[in-house]
Every structure is written in structure tokens, then in C-alpha cells.
């Protein structure tokens, strides 16, 4: 079963807008996740993780998230982006003992 | 910083080789881990390890195995590489300690093609 979706496969938005990526999760219990953020040709850098406590966590690079456990969302947000915001961004859930990654989103930025 | 040390960017091998890919993380991390990443379908776990000596399968191990000889290594050998296995494999490393949330470090990364 998909631990971990992430609905928009593209995102574009204006260099100076706000953003916001959609991650959902399907988990009994109180998740720990995470958001990474990958660069062309690098691997996967963490942005911020959520365990418990407050629902909004901040993050590296002016980045946040928030838990909403009634709609199974961690939804991450940037008030807003720049030029060298665009990359691939997954969401990640651990279950198990393991990081169960999304699909992932790819961030387009416009000038 | 935790780092993580993948021994080649790009590399290309020939269909029926064998291939050794090396990670080396510098944190005295206990556990360690090998992805593949492909478009469209994200990380996907082939081995990990929770310690030294110690292997786990992940969801597709099929084609490959691992070494873990010492604590800080971890490779990542393809027994007979054919060309479904060219794709981006990524390295990560993760504390053994202090609950199920610690996060995974990763290296940048070896795209391998095979020919």
C-alpha cells in the first residue's frame, strides 16, 4: 500500500511567489516525516522533519511544513521562492523502521 | 556535518559485468542503504544495513548484493549488470540510535549506465 503520495508530478511557479507542495500519508499511528530536497546531479538533502509537538515545523532555506492529522497531509511552504529553489522535492514517512519515500514533486521556477 | 562518500558520479560497464559501487560515510552511523532512483518512480530501497556484517533485503534486491565489512562501507555489487539496471543509485547512511526518527543522510549520488 502507498505510504506516501504526492499529487502534483509538476509544479511551476514565479520566481517571488509563494509555494506549496502537496504530501498526503496513510499510517495508523503518529507518523515521523520528513522533507528532502534534491538538486540536479546531487543526492537527497533534508529540509525539516516532523515527529510530535507543534504541527508547524520549520525548516533549512526558509522553508515549513505542517501536520494536519485529519486530512493526512504534510503540506511543505515557502512564502517566497527562489531561482535556486528548483529541484526535485520528496516527502517521507517512516514505517517499519524504514523511509518510505514519495514520487516526488519537480519545481519549476519562472524569472 | 554527516558526510556521505560515493565513490564515482558516472560510471559505464558493459552488459555481464560484474560492478562494485562504494559508500563510505564518515559518522559512525550504524545503518546504511542502497536506492535506485528512476523518473517517475522515486527511491527505491534495494539493501540495507543495520550494522556491520549484517544485510537486509529491501523491495527489489533482485540482480544485486551488498558488503558490509566495516562499519563506515557499504557496497553495492551487481552480479551480471544488464541494462535495466542503468539508473541513479544513491547511498544513505542513518544513525542506529535514538528512536525511528532519525533522518537519512545521503551521498550525491552514481549514475551508472550500462551498455
Known amino acids: 500500500a502507498q505510504s506516501v503520495t504526492q499529487p502534483d508530478i509538476h509544479i511551476t511557479v514565479s520566481e517571488g511567489a509563494s509555494l506549496e507542495l502537496r504530501c498526503n500519508y496513510s499510517y495508523g499511528a503518529t507518523p515521523y516525516l520528513f522533507w528532502y530536497v534534491q538538486s540536479p546531479g546531487q543526492g537527497l538533502q533534508l529540509l525539516l522533519k516532523y515527529f510530535s509537538g507543534d504541527t508547524l515545523v520549520q525548516g533549512i532555506k526558509g522553508f515549513e511544513a505542517e501536520f494536519k492529522r485529519s486530512q493526512s497531509s504534510f503540506n511543505l511552504r515557502k512564502p517566497s521562492v527562489h531561482w535556486s529553489d528548483a529541484a526535485e522535492y520528496f516527502c517521507a514517512v517512516v514505517r517499519n523502521d524504514k523511509i518510505i519515500f514519495g514520487k516526488g514533486t519537480r519545481l519549476h521556477i519562472l524569472p | 556535518d554527516v558526510k556521505v562518500t560515493q565513490s564515482s558520479r558516472y560510471l559505464v560497464k558493459r552488459t555481464g559485468e560484474k560492478v562494485f559501487l562504494e559508500c563510505v560515510q564518515d559518522?559512525?552511523?550504524?545503518?546504511m542503504f542502497w536506492y535506485r532512483q528512476d523518473p517517475g518512480l522515486g527511491l527505491r530501497l534495494i539493501y540495507f544495513s543495520y550494522d556491520v556484517k549484517m544485510k537486509e533485503k529491501g523491495d527489489i534486491p533482485e540482480g544485486y548484493s551488498v558488503s558490509r565489512e566495516k562499519k563506515e562501507r557499504f557496497s553495492l555489487i551487481l552480479e551480471s549488470a544488464s541494462t535495466n539496471q542503468t539508473s541513479m543509485y544513491l547511498c544513505a547512511s542513518r544513525l542506529g540510535t535514538g528512536g525511528l526518527g532519525q533522518p537519512q543522510h545521503f551521498g550525491d549520488g552514481t549514475r551508472l549506465s550500462i551498455l
Open positions: 559518522m559512525d552511523h550504524e545503518n
